[in-house]
């Protein structure tokens, strides 16, 4: 399929941390489901010190129905595109390749999947809530786990927002925070794949996973995708998902 860049104008460009934004805009979107991804592109300097074009795929945090577009990301050192991005401010515009792509999306499932565990580190967690502020989220699954790492506790963003879900769905949802580098109320300290291994997301979550019913999603660092796939593999015997050979464990490497 042909990708095609659209204009998209910056509504606002939110700075949530230190290095996290939301950068909302609006744009002809063609149709996608929700957890699929878009490159963004944005002219900076480059190395020989001209003006060129740069690209990088960012998911979407709205869903395919809400009228303006959304993307959570974070700066990086030397990063032309996320440093690009973040100094967009309303009014300014950036392009946008169409259609959107990839299979990290509710509808790869398998359909007797009671519980659906979601974790994610840093701006990982942007695809999952476009899925669920999706109906079918809510209709498919008994449970569903967001689990959201962050070093630092002032990077757990978008609380609001995972407020409302436990608030219109307080028998399905729950969220479990994880934060590495401090210590933070209500949250669980350490590494995904240790919290899995060593049972503590469960015992938080007082739900089991297991291939019997439970599907894990991933997406964040390759570490964590790493570590965690490894983990579910060795104890759970959970194995990876692929479009021809259905399993337990979807992934998404964010960075």
């Not at 669920?132 to 809510?138: E, H, S």
């Not at 969220?175 to 995904?192: D, T, Y």
């Amino acid at each position: 399929m042909a990708t095609n860049w659209i204009t998209a104008k910056v509504i606002e460009n939110r700075k949530l941390t230190d290095r996290h934004y939301a950068l909302i805009f609006e744009a002809e979107l063609l149709p996608f489901q929700a957890g699929q991804f878009a490159r963004l592109q944005i002219e900076a300097i480059g190395d020989e010190g001209k003006l060129e074009k740069f690209a990088n795929p960012y998911s979407f945090i709205n869903s395919p129905d809400e009228k303006y577009g959304e993307v959570y990301f974070n700066t990086v050192p030397d990063g032309k595109v996320s440093n690009g991005l973040a100094a967009l401010k309303a009014g300014d515009t950036v392009e946008i390749a169409q259609p959107c792509v990839g299979f990290f999306v509710l509808s790869q499932i398998p359909k007797d999947v009671k519980n659906l565990w979601m974790f994610s580190t840093g701006t990982g967690i942007g695809p999952y809530l476009s899925m669920l502020k999706t109906a079918d989220a809510w209709e498919r699954f008994e449970k569903i786990i967001l689990v959201h790492a962050v070093p630092y506790a002032n990077e757990l963003c978008y609380a609001e927002l995972i407020q409302q879900f436990a608030i219109e769905h307080p028998d399905k949802f729950q969220f479990i925070p994880v934060v590495s580098r401090e210590e933070h109320e209500g949250a669980l300290k350490g590494r995904i794949p240790a919290l899995i291994e060593d049972g503590d997301l469960e015992k938080k979550a007082n739900l089991k996973i297991n291939k019997e019913d439970s599907h894990v999603m991933l997406c964040g660092n390759s570490g964590m995708l790493k570590d965690s796939k490894a983990i579910l593999k060795e104890q759970r015997e959970m194995d990876r998902h692929l479009n021809h050979k259905p399993g337990h464990v979807s992934a998404e490497q964010y960075f």
